[in-house]
């Protein structure tokens, strides 16, 4: 049976609404059944909302929104809902077994090995009697595909949300807006191994048991003024919130399966684990808001707020931000006699936002980020036992994201033409990060206000009737942004971060590669060539010379420099609509030029370090003693650390197109809806993530922003047929 499959989508969705003199009301009901290109990689969701608005007094009026959802989700296994290494992570399984180990047992004469009690062919994973053994390589007694049928990764929510308002105007100019929002969410999930083959042979079967619920509440009451005096227009609001989340989790395990075909918790005889926490997260807020703008030319607005969490001690917890904006509607001042600008307007505005999540955070430790965390479970025989993980920081306060916009808008010839252009400068202040200590230290991780940082750039929007006629109209829509990256701040303690294939320090892009140099392929023997340390002392048996130039050959003596930024020259996209009488076409284009982007998954079909494993094309032409001149050092599995270790050799230019939308529809002609009563209909063919290009066959640059990738699940390429019709 094969890993792969055709995937389908289901998506209906049903939705009417109705008005009388006081009163609207809205409801809505939806199915969704998506089947991965994974087999058991399955979604399926039944969800459902009604609103209800209702003017009960001139001067009062309320509403109530409520939903609610019942999700099943059998997931596959990838780098983000397991480990990138997994067995049965299937993107990781299959890029890395060598293509010639069947799916099915053979024996060494090539014949099939077959379960006597089914009839059927053994899945090859290694351990049947006659079969052929597998390397290390090749992961023997392990199989994915045979995994992934037996095992269960299921998981089940339900959730209900309510949001309710009352709205009072009084004293003509005023209203009084108090709302309460609360959401609900239980969360079910269920983890089994088989017996038969994988992670639960050794335990004879494992079941684990996952229960959480979420209960989240905002409670609102806002004050609003407008007045409006000849030409002057002035609003105003002040206001407070409180938000409440609380977190409740439980888990367990149990190992020794009893009756085959019974995965349920109480089919399991040995009690092996049990565990639960919980979270509690809180945050108070006192904001206002002033507005004034005088004969629609001239627009000031100014607001301050102040936000306490609970994630940070008493004396630390309150932080206070503010925004400044004004705009200018030039053409109405100056232009107004010009007939084709029909809007043309500056802007500018600087304003503060707090954040209080940390970068990097261990577990849920988050919550508490000023406090000291244990790891439990560090028993001695029967003395119970606590790890310090990470350490407390009372001192530890608010983030402060201070942003900087000025740019102009502007509409042209009845909007034949129309854009926007702006200039963006976003600091970050007293960052907050899990900064790791040394393996010395006692304690993991310390929460700190570690530093500052900037992004700054130009974003650039424009938009054109390219051709408008009566019957046909083409719209082209494209942006821009160009963005610079660079750490302003560190502290003493700790000038240097490094974090995988980055390290971060003053002065320097966040997101700038820290690598060993490439150099390229010694023509004598093949091995891969670095620039070597001037601070190190290395053998003469680790040095080489090629034409005149002193090299290494121990990644150990190689040097560390930057080696450039995943952050791209210029990220665009363009998007074209067609419309032609009732036929209308749309194609969204997105792309990126330059960057960086640490290709780890081509390394690891590049290197030659496990026998059995599978290995990328490439490596025909690696050099060997008849051909001396190419680029791709020699495979040798005995030295595999040294010539395939992570360097500039795996970083590959991150530019890459992608044809992200393409949707084509057809509005039926209302003199054959009147018929059956319609008041319009509308056929449609979508085709999502239909192709990719970039620099390397089966690279995708926009997997991360950091310029890394791992074994995720892919994008998939969805084609939609659909109908929609209103009544």
């Known amino acids: 049976m094969p890993l792969k499959r055709q995937g389908k989508r289901t998506d209906a969705n049903l939705n009417f609404s109705g008005k009388t003199e006081k009163s609207d009301f809205f409801v809505s009901m939806g199915y969704l059944n998506d089947q991965g290109f994974n087999i058991k990689s399955d979604f399926q969701r039944f969800n459902a909302r009604i609103n209800v608005n209702s003017q009960v007094k001139s001067w009062l009026k309320t509403g109530l929104n409520i939903s609610g959802s019942m999700t099943t989700a059998n997931t596959a296994n990838d780098s983000f809902t397991g480990s990138a290494n997994s067995f049965v992570n299937a993107f990781s399984f299959t890029r890395g077994i060598g293509p010639i180990y069947p799916v099915r047992a053979f024996n ?21 009697p006659g079969a052929v053994a597998r390397p290390q390589g090749a992961s023997p007694g392990r199989h994915v595909v045979y995994e992934t049928l037996l095992n269960e990764y299921l998981t089940r929510r339900s959730q209900v949300s309510a949001r309710s308002y009352v709205e009072i105007r009084f004293l003509k100019d005023f209203t009084f807006v108090p709302t309460f929002s609360i959401d609900l969410r239980n969360n079910n999930g ?16 494992y079941k684990q048991q996952t229960n959480n619920t979420i209960r989240s509440y905002t409670f609102n009451q806002i004050l609003n003024y407008n007045k409006t005096f000849g030409d002057h227009t002035v609003s105003a609001l002040v206001g407070h919130e409180n938000y409440d989340y609380n977190y409740r989790t439980f888990n367990a395990s149990r190992t020794g399966l009893i009756l085959q075909g019974n995965t349920e918790f109480a089919n399991f005889v040995t009690a092996n684990s049990s565990g639960g926490q919980a979270d509690n997260d809180r945050i108070e807020s006192f904001f206002s808001k002033a507005g004034y703008n005088y004969k629609q030319k001239y627009f000031f607005d100014a607001s301050l707020r102040r936000d306490g969490s609970s994630r940070f001690s008493p004396d630390s917890r309150w932080g206070t931000f503010f925004s400044l904006g004004a705009s200018w509607s030039i053409n109405k001042d100056f232009l107004t006699d010009v007939n084709w600008i029909d809007d043309l307007r500056l802007k500018a505005s600087y304003g503060q936002v707090g954040n209080n999540a940390i970068l990097n955070s261990n577990n849920n430790s988050e919550y508490y980020a000023d406090r000291a965390f244990y790891d439990l479970g560090w028993n001695n025989g029967t003395e119970p036992g606590a790890l310090l993980t990470s350490a407390a920081n009372p001192l530890l306060r608010w983030e402060s994201q201070n942003t900087f916009n000025a740019g102009v808008n502007f509409s042209l010839f009845k909007r034949r033409l129309y854009g926007e252009v702006e200039f963006f400068k976003k600091t970050v202040d007293n960052l907050l990060f899990s900064v790791p200590q040394p393996v010395s230290d006692p304690v993991r991780s310390i929460n700190q206000n570690i530093g500052a940082m900037y992004n700054s750039g130009v974003e650039i929007l424009l938009g054109a009737d390219v051709v408008r006629t009566q019957d046909f109209t083409w719209n082209l829509v494209t942006n821009w942004t160009f963005l610079k990256n660079k750490v302003t701040k560190l502290p003493a303690e700790t000038p240097q971060l490094v974090s995988g294939t980055k390290r971060r320090e003053v002065g320097y892009d966040y997101y700038q590669f820290w690598l060993r140099q490439y150099a ?46 995943a952050i791209p020259d210029l990220l665009g996209s363009f998007t074209n609509s067609f419309s032609y009488k009732n036929l209308s076409l749309s194609v969204l284009v997105n792309y990126q030029i330059g960057g960086k982007f640490y290709d780890s998954n081509y390394q690891g079909l590049m290197s030659t370090g496990s026998y059995g494993s599978a290995l990328h094309k490439d490596l025909l032409g690696a050099w060997t003693q008849s051909n001396t001149t190419s680029s791709i050092p020699r495979a040798d599995f005995g030295n595999s650390a040294n010539i395939n270790a992570t360097s500039t050799r795996w970083l590959i230019d991150a530019s890459y197109l992608a044809i992200r939308n393409v949707n084509l529809s057809y509005s039926l002609p209302q003199n054959w809806l009147k018929k059956i009563d319609v008041s319009n209909a509308r056929l449609f063919v979508t085709g999502e993530n239909l192709h990719l290009f970039s620099k390397r066959k089966g690279l995708n640059p926009s997997e991360s922003f950091d310029g890394t990738n791992t074994t995720v699940y892919p994008q998939a390429r969805i084609l939609s047929v659909g109908l929609n019709a209103s009544f």
Do not use: C
Not at 110 to 125: F, R, S
Not at 548 to 565: C, H, K, M, P, W
């Open 190 to 205: 269920s983890t089994y191994w088989n017996p038969t083959v994988g992670d639960g042979v050794t335990q004879n079967g």
């Open 108 to 128: 060494a004469a090539g014949q099939p090995i077959m379960n006597p009690l089914t009839g059927e062919q053994w899945y090859d994973y290694g351990n049947h």
């Open 520 to 565: 390229g392929v010694d023509p004598t023997d093949g091995a891969a060539l670095y620039i070597p340390d001037p601070t190190q002392t290395i053998a003469a048996a680790n040095k080489r010379i090629v034409n005149g130039v002193e090299y290494t050959i121990n990644q150990s003596n190689a040097l560390f420099d930057r080696s450039g930024s």
